[in-house]
């Protein structure tokens, strides 16, 4: 079948502002963050999309989503509001486990919004997408409770309400503790696995240098020195400090080049006309593992699913085209938890690696007989490119949640990412190896002490680098807060991408 996109233009605009104008005032008094109008606007011209260019299978995908997300509204949600009117008021007392994404500080309380909430009440459980809990505010309390925490709180509640289907609780007297789920033999002993790990790190590096190394190799935050963690805040390098995409590029390019590495000392498998594919799925299939072993955190799971895709498609001879690896990488974790979407993670990784790949055509491509300083230059340029295309999609978001606005950001990440990519990722890597097989040996041994005192001289030296950077270039960091609404962010968003492709459009023509 086919379509012809003139000639359903009209229909497809009539239809979504008829989708939008029911939408709006079948929801106006029951809209959560989620604003399901925004939404099925962009499954709405996803679908379109698909029937242009006769892409069933994501067309499929995109119809399932859209049919899950509108049971979760029109079922599944009025039919948990009615449970919680009837079950719960003031003065119960409840038990609940939920991850914290946000946490707010007023004059007499904390206030906490929890995502993947589940909430109960003797033998009754419900599942809400997230929730607002309000605590007495005490010193002791505040530094307990950071983003991303799985926080389990038991307690008698002193105000329930509901507001735009999002439930707010108040608790007088409570207790809280990490959020304990029932947890299998595997997950057991990758847990033993990671505590030896840690404790031989321990043993070998300084406070500071621990407060590096752990949250670069298995990702886990270290207490032992906050200061370390403050300057990468206040420099917005904090992440770095976070397995994301850009660790699990480098990861997955340091463990491509070994494998090739290794592959040519034989000329065997050098000549085997399979050898470029075994080399990217065993690469894979590290980066996998290295994914259990850190505990899937989701930021590095979805650039592993996004990688995944795209490997997939080289292998099996498909058009690469990164930004549907990129959209459908978003529907396919918006479709396991709607929520998601307003995870600032989510945004910023999502908006980073769309104008990263929205401006592809203008970084320039070295080749196999540029001379070494022409490529080098290159890769500068390249640098320079994917840098200020990351700024120019996450800054409304960074100064509207945060409040702040950075430009040392800019030279920063150039800086602090090669090394990154050179130096400190390869050496942490490297001592996690050597601590993995000297599990079970004392940790006197030479070659480990060497890898780790070599270890920590490069991260301390990598964060010297960042101190003296700030202190030089702290001028280029001021307050500043947006105040945008849904349709401000839109605009923005849509002028630059817009001017991006005409932009990129032309230099094709021109190359």
Not at 68 to 81: E, G, T
Request: aromatic share 14%; glycine share 6%.
């Amino acid at each position: 079948m086919l379509f012809k996109w003139h000639k359903i233009g009209l229909l497809e605009f009539a239809s979504l502002l008829a989708v939008l104008i029911w939408i709006f005032f079948r929801y106006q008094h029951t809209l959560n963050q989620l604003h399901p109008e925004w939404i099925l606007m962009a499954v709405a011209l996803g679908v379109f999309w698909c029937l242009r260019y006769n892409l069933y299978l994501p067309l499929f995908l995109l119809l399932l989503i859209a049919a899950i997300l509108l049971h979760q509204w029109l079922v599944v949600l009025p039919s948990s509001v009615n449970w919680l009117k009837q079950e719960i008021s003031a003065e119960s007392t409840i038990m609940l486990n939920g991850r914290i994404q946000q946490r707010i500080l007023k004059e007499d309380t904390v206030r906490l919004q929890l995502s993947s909430v589940e909430l109960s009440k003797g033998d009754k459980k419900l599942r809400l997408p997230e929730a607002i809990l309000h605590f007495p505010k005490k010193r002791r309390r505040i530094f307990n409770f950071y983003h991303g925490r799985q926080l389990q709180v038991i307690g008698q509640l002193s105000e329930v309400s509901i507001d735009k289907n999002r439930l707010n609780l108040g608790f007088t007297d409570f207790r809280y503790r990490n959020a304990i789920y029932p947890q299998t033999e595997l997950f057991r002993k990758r847990n033993s696995w990671v505590r030896q790990l840690t404790d031989r790190a321990e043993f070998h590096l300084s406070s500071k240098a621990l407060a590096l190394y752990l949250p670069l190799t298995l990702a886990k935050r270290s207490f032992g020195s906050r200061s370390t963690a403050k300057v990468f805040q206040e420099t917005g390098m904090a992440h770095l400090l976070a397995i994301s995409g850009l660790h699990i590029g480098l990861i997955y390019g340091i463990i491509l080049g070994l494998v090739r590495g290794f592959g040519r000392l034989s000329i065997r498998f050098l000549e085997h006309p399979r050898f470029y594919a075994f080399s990217q799925l065993i690469s894979l299939s590290g980066i996998w593992l290295y994914l259990l072993l850190i505990g899937m955190p989701t930021p590095a799971f979805r650039a592993v699913f996004m990688l995944s895709l795209l490997v997939a498609g080289r292998l099996l001879g498909q058009v690469h085209q990164p930004l549907y690896a990129l959209f459908a990488t978003a529907f396919f974790f918006i479709f396991l938890n709607p929520a998601v979407i307003y995870e600032v993670s989510f945004q910023l990784s999502f908006l980073a690696v769309l104008f990263i790949l929205w401006f592809l055509p203008l970084y320039p491509h070295p080749g196999e007989n540029d001379v070494l300083w022409k490529r080098l230059v290159k890769y500068g340029l390249i640098s320079v490119g994917i840098t200020s295309a990351v700024m120019l999609g996450t800054w409304p978001v960074v100064a509207s949640i945060f409040g702040r606005l950075s430009l040392e950001t800019f030279w920063l990440n150039l800086i602090m990412v090669f090394l990154l990519g050179m130096l400190v990722l390869p050496s942490c890597l490297l001592s996690l190896l050597v601590s993995a097989l000297s599990l079970g040996d004392p940790p006197f041994g030479l070659l480990e002490n060497s890898i780790f005192s070599l270890t920590e001289q490069v991260v301390q030296g990598w964060f010297n680098v960042l101190k003296f950077l700030h202190h030089w270039g702290d001028w280029a960091s001021f307050p500043l807060t947006l105040d945008w609404g849904t349709p401000q962010f839109i605009l923005y968003y849509t002028i630059i991408l817009g001017l991006g492709k005409l932009l990129t459009d032309r230099f094709r023509k021109i190359s």
